[in-house]
């Protein structure tokens, strides 16, 4: 599961007490709630469906998916199931052969999400060996699923535009920048990106 409501408030916490900006906004925009999601493949799949749809259409396709595969949990039900079974519950080609690629690998013994590397790069290099699977999401699986404390999705742009206002930048900051100014809050920049998201949808004087 993700970080807890008192994980979230001590890495904020730690952050605020070297950051006066980061101090000033959780001031303004409160605590975010916690992000949690189940641990395993059943996750991973519903980040798959979710791409490039809204959440509305993302859960109209995942009910027909389940249904069609009579039970969503198990990855051999979904690589019994041909093409056509797939598009039919609302997959396009492209994210049936994600789904493939993911139970495959799970199947095969070769992703373990209970047994992921400890060292957050290492377990992103091992997420994204599914196909569909990029940094971004691979990160967010493991903040929200895994709750690893100092994930931080850089290249999220709602985190790096709320990185630039709460640091009171000009503009938004690139990739690179939006890294390097998370920097000096490590180990707690899973925190941060939960914050940052939190900031984006709250309005704040």
Known sequence: MGL??????????????????MR???????????????????T??????GQQVSVKAADAIWKKVDAAVGGI?????????DDD?????????QKAS???SLAGLVVGGDLDFAALPQDDEEAITLLTRVNGIGRWSAEVYLLFA??????WPAGDLAVQIETGRVMGLDGKPSEKQTREIAEKWRPHRGAAAVFMWHHYVTEVI
């Not at 807890?4 to 900006?21: F, M, Q, V, Y």
């Not at 991973?44 to 469906?49: G, P």
């Not at 949990?73 to 199931?81: E, I, N, V, Y």
């Not at 895994?146 to 994930?151: F, P, T, V, Y």
């Open 146 to 151: 895994e709750g690893r404390a100092d994930i």
């Open 4 to 21: 807890s409501s008192e994980k979230l408030r001590e890495g904020l916490d730690a952050i605020a007490a070297i950051e006066p900006r």
């Open 98 to 100: 994600y789904g493939r």
């Open 44 to 49: 991973l799949l519903r980040t798959i469906v």
């Open 24 to 42: 000033e906004a959780v001031a303004r925009a409160g605590y975010p709630e916690p992000r949690l999601r189940d641990r395993g493949y059943a």
């Open 85 to 93: 079974a797939l598009r039919a519950a609302g997959l396009s080609r």
């Open 73 to 81: 949990s198990d990855p051999l039900r979904l690589l019994a199931l």
